[in-house]
Nanobody, 115 residues
Framework: QVRFVESGGGLVQPGGSLRLSCAAS????????MSWYRQAPGKERELVAS???????YYQDSMKGRFTISRDDAKNTVALQMNSLKPEDTAVYYC?????????WGRGTQVTVSS
């Protein structure tokens, strides 16, 4: 069974930083686009950032300059460094792998930005 385990979430003050990590078992990242999505209660799920197998990255405008996505295919991990966090960043963050019609989702990790 493919399993993604997200970690690194928690409570942080506005302006603080967190680093999320996604580790996979029984799965190889190499050929997949890896992404982080997030969903806040009562709001639509949204894409935060993506990174292709070739290392090309994409960020939603509100995250540009604050978030950085990276991948280490040798270790089957993907990370999201989050800086200058804002209360509106509060959400459950999900690790997602995608290739054509195949998509895998992690369980998610809670990020709460509050004073």
């Amino acid at each position: 069974q493919v399993r993604f385990v997200e970690s690194g979430g928690g409570l942080v003050q506005p302006g603080g930083s967190l680093r999320l990590s996604c580790a996979a078992s029984r799965f190889t990242f190499r050929t997949y686009v890896m992404s982080w999505y997030r969903q806040a209660p009562g709001k639509e799920r949204e894409l935060v950032a993506s990174i292709t197998s070739g290392g090309t990255t994409y960020y939603q405008d509100s995250m540009k300059g604050r978030f950085t996505i990276s991948r280490d295919d040798a270790k089957n991990t993907v990370a999201l460094q989050m800086n200058s966090l804002k209360p509106e960043d509060t959400a459950v963050y999900y690790c997602v792998a995608n290739r054509s019609s195949i998509t895998y989702w992690g369980r998610g990790t809670q990020v709460t930005v509050s004073s």
